[in-house]
């Protein structure tokens, strides 16, 4: 087995410990990635979130294990994309690399998301400047959008990704708790690397 998945909730977190880094080591696992699940988990705070992944993380790679998980995306970000060199998004659909063809004909940034892009019979119109696609795609570019403009992780982070914003458009608390979630874990990541960690 190479990867091992584990999502956080409340019921759990209390049993989420070096135990699992060790089960994990002891049957094989190379990589393993961690969430929280912070839709329905609403007692955990941003700050027990950042500590578990800082103590399991560290953990992880004492044994030679890779250990990263979503709130990890702006620190990669951060420490190995510029604008200059590349342009970069939080996830491949918003970079523009991925696009799901559906059984109705519709076209979809990702399997995941709601948001309808294009037709497949009109597959080149995807790619106009003015398409749907663009247009997407633009406004998450950073700069252009304004939830974001001023973050101080918005050019690593530019908003997360598409499903995240449309599952918590309705819900402003879950929004904040999951930005606080991605400035924290990034601060401490730096903190680490600078460290030597
Ligand atoms: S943390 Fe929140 S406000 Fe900051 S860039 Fe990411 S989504 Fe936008």
Same mark, same amino acid.
């Given at each position: 087995?190479?990867?091992? =998945?584990?999502?956080?909730?409340? %019921? ?33 705070? +941003?700050?027990? @979130?950042?500590?578990?992944?800082? =103590? ?10 890779? $250990? ?9 970000? =951060? ?19 991925? =696009? ?9 940034? @990702? ?11 009109? $597959?080149?119109?995807?790619? +106009?400047?003015?398409? %749907? ?13 304004? $939830?974001? %403009? ?6 690593? @982070? ?20 999951? @930005? ?18």
């Amino acid at each position: 087995m190479a990867l091992m =998945l584990v999502t956080v909730t409340d %019921k759990n977190f209390q049993l989420i410990d070096e135990s699992i880094v060790d089960l994990a080591k002891e049957i094989g696992v190379k990589d393993m990635a961690m969430d929280f699940d912070l839709v329905r988990s609403t007692g955990i705070t +941003t700050e027990s @979130c950042v500590e578990k992944i800082i =103590l399991l993380r560290r953990y992880a790679h004492q044994q030679g294990l890779n $250990f990263y998980g979503t709130w990890e995306t702006p620190y990669r970000n =951060l420490m190995s994309s510029s604008w200059l060199n590349t342009p970069h998004a939080f996830c491949p659909a918003m970079e523009g690399k991925t =696009l799901e063809f559906n059984v109705d004909g519709s076209l979809k940034t @990702c399997g995941h998301t709601n948001t309808v892009v294009g037709t497949s019979d009109k $597959f080149e119109d995807c790619f +106009t400047p003015n398409s %749907k696609y663009s247009q997407l795609i633009e406004s998450r570019l950073p700069g252009n959008n304004d $939830f974001c %403009k001023g973050c101080e992780i918005e050019g690593s @982070c530019a908003g997360q990704c598409q499903v995240t914003l449309e599952s918590s458009r309705n819900d402003s608390q879950l929004v904040e708790k999951m @930005c606080q979630l991605m400035i924290a874990t990034t601060q401490r990541l730096v903190h680490e690397y600078l460290e030597g960690r």
